[in-house]
C-alpha cells in the first residue's frame, strides 16, 4: 500500500522547516521518524529531503506513506458494518458480542480477524490499528487507521480529545436529574484487571455527561458524552448515580432478564478527517436487542440532534 500526499507550500511557511510544516498538519513524532527511515518517504520537488530542509513558497513537498506489512492475525469471516471507507481510515459499526483484539482465550473471534480476511481477500496488506476502544460487548463505532501516519496522527486527535464520541445507553427507571455531568475518578478495584470502581483517593479523572432522551416500559435511553476516555467508565459513572446498565453482567449482575449485554451502543462518532481536514460525523442505528426495548417510529434512530449538555 502507498498512500501518496501532495502539500504546495505557501508564502505563509516561506522559510519553515519541513518537520515544522509536517508538525502543523497533524503528523505525529513517531510519524516523522516513519517517514524519516525510509530515503523516499519525504520529496521536495519531487527530489529526497531531509525533514530539516527550509521550504519555500511555490515548492511541493510530497510525503510517501508505503507499508506492506502483513498481519498475523489469523483471517476470519465475521460480520461487521463498513460505515464509511476511504485511503486513510474506516469507521466500522462492531456487533455486541466480538471483542476488538485477540487475547489469550480468544485467538480468532475478534473485530481483527474480521477485518484481516476482509483485506485478504482485497490482497491488500493490513495491520489492525483501532483508535478507539469498545468492550467485547458493547456495540457500535469505533475507526480503524489503514496506515500508520493516520493511526498516529488519530492518537495525538483523541489525546486532545478531538473526537467526539456519543453513547446510548438503557437504564431502568427514572433517571433522576435527567441530565448533568458525572464527575469522579475512576480506579482499579483492587489487583483485578477488569473491574473498574469509583477512587477519590487514587483514580483518574473521569468526566461523563448525560441527558435522557427517551422513556419507555420502566426504561430510560440516555445520550452520553465523554470527555475522558477511562476503562469501563459510562458502566461504573451511571452505577454510581444509581442507574446502572441493564445486562450489565459486572456492575448490575441482577438485572439480566432484558437482555444478555450490558445496554450500550457507540451511537456517534465526530472528528476532523486527520488527512484531508474535512468534518465527519457518523451515526449507526441501535441494534436489534437494544432497539426491542426501546421502540423509535423511524430507522431506530432517537431524536439526538441536541447536544449532550457538557
Known amino acids: ?3 501518496i500526499l501532495h502539500y504546495p507550500v505557501s508564502e505563509v511557511n516561506e522559510g519553515r522547516m519541513a518537520a ?3 508538525r502543523e498538519l497533524g503528523f505525529s513524532r513517531r510519524n516523522l521518524t516513519w517517514l524519516k527511515a525510509d530515503p523516499q518517504g519525504v520529496l521536495l520537488n519531487d527530489e529526497p529531503a531531509h525533514l530539516n530542509a527550509r521550504l519555500h513558497s511555490g515548492d511541493i513537498l510530497t510525503i510517501k506513506i508505503r507499508e506492506d506489512e502483513m498481519s498475523s492475525l489469523t483471517p476470519v469471516d465475521l460480520p461487521f458494518g463498513i460505515i464509511y471507507e476511504d485511503d486513510d481510515l474506516m469507521v466500522i459499526d462492531k456487533p455486541a458480542g466480538i471483542p476488538l483484539h485477540p487475547s489469550l482465550h480468544n485467538v480468532d473471534n475478534t473485530l481483527a480477524n474480521a477485518l484481516a480476511w476482509y483485506f485478504k481477500c482485497r490482497q491488500e496488506p493490513f495491520v489492525f490499528r483501532c483508535s478507539n476502544r469498545l468492550d467485547r460487548d458493547t456495540s457500535g ?5 489503514k496506515h500508520r501516519v493516520a493511526a498516529g496522527m488519530l492518537s495525538e486527535m483523541g489525546v486532545r480529545r478531538e473526537i467526539v464520541r456519543e453513547y446510548l445507553a438503557i437504564v431502568r427507571g427514572h433517571v433522576t436529574p435527567p441530565s448533568g455531568t458525572i464527575d469522579a475518578p475512576i480506579g482499579r478495584v483492587g489487583d483485578s484487571i477488569i473491574e473498574r470502581r469509583i477512587d477519590p483517593e487514587n483514580g483518574e479523572r473521569a468526566v461523563t455527561h448525560y441527558k435522557v432522551v427517551k422513556e419507555h416500559n420502566g426504561l430510560s435511553l440516555v445520550l452520553l458524552n465523554l470527555e475522558t476516555g477511562r ?3 459510562i458502566r461504573v459513572h451511571m452505577k454510581h448515580i444509581g442507574f446502572p446498565l441493564i445486562g450489565d453482567h459486572l456492575y448490575n449482575p441482577d438485572d439480566r432478564t432484558l437482555i444478555s449485554r450490558q445496554a450500550l451502543h457507540a451511537f456517534r462518532l465526530s472528528f476532523i478527517h486527520p488527512l484531508t481536514g474535512t468534518a465527519l460525523s457518523f451515526t449507526a442505528p441501535l441494534p436489534e436487542d437494544m432497539a426491542e426495548l426501546m421502540p423509535f417510529e423511524t430507522d431506530n434512530r432517537p431524536n439526538v440532534n441536541s447536544t449532550v449538555p457538557q
Open 1 to 3: 500500500m502507498t498512500r
Open 20 to 22: 515544522r510544516y509536517l
Open 141 to 145: 463505532l469505533t475507526i480503524v487507521s
Open 231 to 233: 476503562t469501563h467508565q
